[in-house]
């Protein structure tokens, strides 16, 4: 039996961001996404759209509209979606009334370009929710899966929990 192949969505967002020194700003650089699954020897068939290169604040309406109808039209019934952390139950809200995709939000607290990232971890994580979770929206941070729909980010201890 042939596994359903995972859509990856990258939209920008810590896991993203590269620093060029100490005194520089961050900018959203080129996804690593597509490396990081390559490290990981994923063998399971995937397609990644880099859709967006933006910090997760700077996401408007029209950037969630546009996240849902790519993942609408795609032919995958399974995505994972490279999110930036502060709005990402947003844009999970967002992406409550597609139905028949199994949808996994993951994102890191710190840049996939530095070696102390839960970067790879979350991206795994992601991967094995959306071939395991039935149809719906998840968020996959911290070690833990939660219900995207009612999860909420608690920025003072920097996780994520259920509301």
Known sequence: MALPPILVVTTGGTIDKQYFDALSEYQIAESVIGRLLKI????????????????????????????????????????????????????????????????VLAGALAPARFSESDASFNLGMAFACCQSAPPGVWITMNGSVFNGLTARKDRAAGTFVES
């Open 40 to 103: 990981a020897r994923v063998t399971h068939p995937f397609r990644v759209i880099e859709l967006m290169r933006k910090d997760s604040l700077e996401l408007t309406d029209a950037d969630r509209a546009l996240i849902a109808a790519t993942i609408a039209d795609a032919p995958e019934t399974h995505v994972v979606i490279t999110h930036g952390t502060d709005t990402m139950t947003q844009t999970a809200r967002a992406l409550g009334h597609l139905t028949g995709k199994t949808i």
